[in-house]
């Protein structure tokens, strides 16, 4: 008994063509759900805070710029439009809350 049996090159073919409809399907269905996302917007290097300072005694005013650094717990801080140093929101928190405290003298 003999077996028909269909040549590779179309099994190829047949096969290749599923996989292509079935790609497209699914970057059907991506688009699809990326029009109704909002666009990504790149976070280095955007403004995230700024804190003045304002000496009312002395009269001095300083501007301590926050921006996201490459590391995503880091910020490269710029005071008075210059840059200073790149610092993580621990260092930061301590800088304001020490900048902030109260100076009791005794």
């Not at 688009?31 to 290097?45: D, H, K, N, Q, T």
């Not at 005694?57 to 439009?81: C, I, N, P, W, Y």
């Not at 260092?91 to 900048?99: C, E, I, P």
């Amino acid at each position: 008994m003999k077996t028909f049996r269909r040549s590779n090159k179309r099994n190829k073919a047949v096969w290749m063509a599923r996989v292509a409809r079935m790609n497209a399907g699914r970057e059907k269905l991506r688009m699809e759900r990326a029009a109704s996302e909002p666009i990504r917007v790149e976070w280095r290097g955007r403004l995230e805070h700024t804190i003045t300072f304002h000496d009312r005694l002395t009269g001095e005013m300083h501007m301590l710029d926050l921006r996201r650094s490459k590391r995503r717990d880091q910020f490269s801080a710029e005071v008075d439009s210059k840059p200073w140093r790149v610092l993580s929101a621990t260092q930061l928190g301590k800088l304001v809350r020490d900048k902030f405290k109260p100076h009791i003298k005794e």
